[in-house]
């Protein structure tokens, strides 16, 4: 069954413009983990952040988490057309060797 | 690090037919692979969770008769998607992991046609 829910489920910018995705989950979680996508392609781990932090940055990346809200944002700066793909976020409760709950994923478009 | 690749990457078959599907930890041993299914422009869900070494723990509604998994060794699971038909057709992706990781590692996924 789904967990996440990202917001929106699609999005188009300009490059350079920033993209910001939203994840909505149920339950208690370990951790929270962004995965990139690229059209017919297997996922791309992009960052991890666990339950006691509440901001993470990776390069471009920014994600967000509040435990409260159930909610996690992914902000990526000054978007590239390479950044194009899908992003979905994944909910696990401890490490590597449990299941993830997946998200029904934001289709991100950055024009040239 | 962390390379998962899969085998094929893509596969057409008749109906009827079964189809094996590779996924192997290249550099690591994976305690864990983890097989899921995306239809077009739709999430991963996951079908199964293997553990080296033990029986494939599938999720509610997947039928674990038709779709075999074996994890045989720390870096090779398979996935046999017996007596294919049109609608099995999707995106098969596998992933790795191990208690050492935090997160999981993915395929390149394998395309599965069945006409």
């Known amino acids: 069954s789904q967990q996440g829910e990202e917001d929106p489920q699609a999005l188009s910018i300009q490059e350079g413009e920033n993209a910001t995705m939203n994840c909505s989950y149920k339950t208690s979680i370990n951790n929270l983990q962004w995965y990139r996508q690229n059209s017919g392609r297997g996922l791309v781990h992009l960052i991890l952040?666990?339950?006691?932090?509440r901001e993470k940055h990776s390069g471009r990346l920014r994600v967000t988490l509040d435990t409260s809200k159930k909610s996690s944002s992914l902000l990526i700066t000054a978007s590239r057309a390479a950044d194009t793909a899908s992003y979905f976020c994944?909910?696990?409760?401890?490490?590597?060797?449990?299941?993830?709950?997946f998200g029904k994923g934001t289709k991100l478009t950055v024009n040239p | 690090g962390a390379v998962v690749s899969q085998h094929p990457s893509w596969v057409i078959c008749k109906s009827g037919t079964s189809v094996k599907i590779e996924c192997r930890s290249l550099d690591f041993q994976a305690t864990t692979m983890f097989w899921y299914r995306q239809f077009p422009k739709q999430s991963l869900m996951l079908m199964a969770t293997s553990n080296e070494g033990s029986k494939a723990t599938y999720e509610q509604g997947v039928e674990k008769d038709k779709f075999l998994i074996n994890h045989a060794s720390l870096t090779l699971s398979t996935l046999t998607v017996t007596s294919a038909h049109p609608e099995d057709s999707s995106f098969y992706i596998c992933s790795a992991s191990s208690d050492r990781f935090e997160t999981q590692y993915f395929g390149p996924g394998t395309r599965l046609l069945v006409l």
């Open positions: 994944a909910t696990g409760l401890w490490g590597g060797s449990e299941k993830l709950v």
């Open positions: 952040i666990r339950s006691n932090e």
